[in-house]
């Protein structure tokens, strides 16, 4: 176990009536964040379970993630060419999925990879680690995602009916993630009121293409509060503290893991239509480990975002 602090938040920043957002592109939000100290449990032994369902730690229902052993042939070369990313790799994580997901009777129909994310902890890096407890998606956003890749409209008609989820796969690059680890929290001590949505900005861009992947560039710091140039084209949950929050992380995870991180799912007992003891999220954060030693190399990691549809 470790304890640090961690980026909520803050309630009082939060004016009623105007919707908080937040800039894809750099750190840099409408709203200002708490700082809380918590304890982090490593979970390592959880990797070792064989069985899945309902295991803590293996079972992505029980408390929204789960880690498991998964050496990856994708070498951080690889990692380097989007293109590659996006065939070599992204195909290593549908296999993954398909694997680990059905379970209890629950066949998987189709499998939608849309978005994946390199982070370096390094001063030039266009996407840094992100310091603040938060859900990729909303229920909203989750099913704005569905159609914005599924076509045609009445295929995601069709798919909506059905169960489906968001699930992020997170995996350290080149070497273990000591540095800036990434912490999750138990959905069971979550509260729905922990949970404000948050507009996401992305920058406009005028080449005609959709694809936002790989096209990351820092703006400039003069115009950090400017909204020109930028429009919404997400919506992620920021989240309050709550002393309830249970964290944890593996320590020293390394590129031969992978993590599932459940951001939506339509059977989250939460919403209407769900299921009795399901996961429906998964806040998560990177954090500074004071057991860190001096002279760790830079966390670099890769996080892909799928749509998992069932029959």
């Not at 599924?150 to 540095?179: F, G, M, S």
């Not at 694809?211 to 084209?233: I, N």
């Not at 995870?253 to 939460?270: L, V």
Request: aromatic share 10%.
């Amino acid at each position: 176990m470790t304890s640090s602090t961690f980026r909520y938040l803050d309630p009082a920043s939060i004016t009623a009536g105007v919707a908080p957002w937040a800039k894809v592109d750099v750190d840099h939000t409408s709203y200002s964040r708490k700082t809380v100290t918590k304890d982090v449990t490593n979970f390592s032994d959880c990797l070792d379970i064989h069985s899945k369902v309902g295991s803590f730690g293996a079972d992505i229902d029980v408390a929204g993630f789960a880690v498991y052993r998964s050496p990856s042939a994708t070498t951080p070369e690889d990692f380097e060419d989007d293109k590659t990313v996006r065939t070599k790799y992204y195909a290593e994580v549908e296999a993954l999925l398909r694997e680990r997901l059905q379970h209890s009777g629950q066949k998987i129909k189709r499998i939608e990879i849309f978005d994946h994310t390199i982070r370096r902890h390094d001063p030039g890096a266009a996407r840094q680690p992100v310091q603040q407890v938060h859900v990729d998606q909303t229920p909203k956003a989750a099913e704005a995602r569905v159609r914005r890749h599924v076509t045609p409209k009445e295929e995601a008609d069709a798919l909506l009916q059905k169960r489906y989820q968001l699930i992020n796969v997170w995996r350290p690059i080149r070497h273990p993630a000591t540095d800036f680890p990434l912490a999750v929290i138990d959905y069971r001590t979550t509260a729905p009121e922990d949970f404000v949505a948050v507009s996401l900005l992305y920058p406009k861009r005028d080449d005609g293409d959709d694809d936002d992947r790989g096209k990351e560039v820092r703006p400039s710091q003069e115009t950090l509060d400017s909204l020109e140039g930028y429009e919404v084209k997400g919506e992620t949950y920021g989240v309050l503290p709550n002393e309830s929050h249970k964290l944890y992380y593996i320590k020293d995870m390394t590129p031969g893991e992978a993590m599932f991180i459940k951001c939506f799912d339509s059977w989250g007992d939460r919403l209407p239509g769900g299921k009795k003891g399901v996961a429906g999220l998964t806040p998560h954060t990177a954090f500074v480990d004071p057991q860190t030693p001096e002279g760790t190399p830079g966390r670099e990691s890769i996080e892909v975002r799928c749509l998992v549809f069932y029959e």
